[in-house]
């Protein structure tokens, strides 16, 4: 049962409209200030879309791995570079990490794939 | 009882001295990766200096964290640039991190105080 | 295919009942700590299982937040207060819980949808 | 060399100045979402701090757990309710919390005896 | 639909050949650093196998304790010790550890089941 | 001002008597778990110490390291076994647990000096 980027964009999206469809002015603040978190200021957009790449390795956290990798791959960052990011991961992170290595990666690989098409 | 870049790189590099002198290979290659994975490749080595910091701040070590702001700064960054990385780790990483945001900051301004002198 | 309550719960008791079957005291008595920690005490247990629920959160571990979802609607609690609980949970661990988040609504409304049956 | 609780509130009222002297906007915002989140809403105040309190013992954040347990006393807990939140935080995040329990109920001490002064 | 071993092993074969065809040397390194570490050593291989699972436990990695339980059933570990290293992950590492547990079982059975035929 | 065992082991005890005076039995229990998690079981107290002391390196507790350090010294570990099983906490958990492999040699060689005297 093969994994496909579709299935996750679509569950993000739906469960995000239904979070944000409440009335929590605080979950909603949240959500605005991650947006925001990515955008051009001192540093370049496409450059923290690396940092939050590897902030979401190191926490290892697979759902905001793929957000990351697809975000990265928008940005026009190579496979090479993306695994030199993912490099600094696993070394700070340790071999915990590798299981989200493999989940980066087949994300990344998916992602390029539904380019071609 | 002011904190100082000076005891705490004294005891690092001591202790790096003391582990790197027994006979683990498994340790000291381990070490080895470390320098590796800052050094220029697909990403260049400056910019990999933030993806540590980042993965620091996330993972709230604040000697690392200490580490890679000293790096950040022999690389170029500005105050503005490295607030903007730390910025990404305190949304990804939570409130949780703002004890650390302080720590680097600190640290930030004893390293601008320390390349005035 | 669409998660289930039920699933959840026929594996967690399964593997529970094949766990406690075996002589290991501390693992038994560990199980027990954990019954006993929701109890009525100094706090009341149904305040506690919110306590559990933001534990269960921030350190983002998706079948314990399950289990508190679970015994925080049997505890009475609205939506909303629910909701607010969560929020403490997302602004300390930070954006890398929103997976979680969306996690916890969706078991929820399958709770709530369960009820209504 | 006491511990004192003037110590911790001087250092980190001077950072957050600091901090917050910055232009960043982003973390600016994250400081300002930091204290919503415990303001009365769907849940009282009050329980929110217990809920802040937990979720920094099981993440394991000194400086966060001094910040909550202040919070707390100021809200009105008994020594008693805020141990009973703990043992949640300790059977939860297990005896790797111990170290920080050691450090908040030092915490709380100290605050009873100044509030005795 | 049943979870098995061979699913993992061969989701996990597959990408590790992925990411080791890649050309970065400092990955594959790692790679080559973690086999080394379970090696007979100052301790005995089988011994840094139960090592490797309380670590993986701990830090609450299913595919990680998949792996070690597999390399501590070849080493010839028995349920009662596998569970008597399991148990201290739960007791350090807290109830948050309980659905990894159950994980660690379900996978201690799968093996002894696949052993039997 | 160099670190002392004296002084952690006099905070600790100092600490734990006031703990376990006071009333909570659950918390009570806990630290009777974690006693009895280190005697010997289907797995000999000993190499129990060593998967505390890798548990707590993982999850970075200089605290706890100290705490294992001590009893995996009484249990008469040699300074290479203990560096071999510390290698696998930093392969396992990466750069990360530098600073805490720092402290555990650091706390090793206090102990070994000390037992000299």
Redesign the interface.
């Known amino acids: 049962m093969a994994r496909t980027l579709d299935d996750y964009q679509e ?2 999206e739906r ?2 409209r ?2 944000l469809g ?6 909603k ?3 605005g ?2 947006s ?3 955008r051009d ?3 370049p957009g496409r ?2 879309e ?3 790449l ?3 390795a ?4 697979n ?2 791995i793929d957000y990351h990798v697809l975000r990265a791959v928008e940005a026009g960052w ?4 993306i ?17 989200h ?2 989940h980066a ?2 994300t990344l ?1 998916l992602a390029r794939a539904e380019a071609k098409k």
Do not use: Q
Not at 22 to 27: A, N, Q, S, V
């Open positions: 569950y993000r469960m995000n239904r979070i409440t009335d929590h002015l605080g979950i603040r949240m959500f200030l991650d925001a978190a990515y200021g001192a540093l450059t923290k690396l940092l939050g590897v902030a979401s190191v926490l290892r956290c759902d905001c190579s496979d090479d570079e695994l030199d990011a993912l490099n600094v991961a696993l070394v700070v992170g340790g071999t915990i990490v590798i299981p290595l493999r990666v087949e690989d």
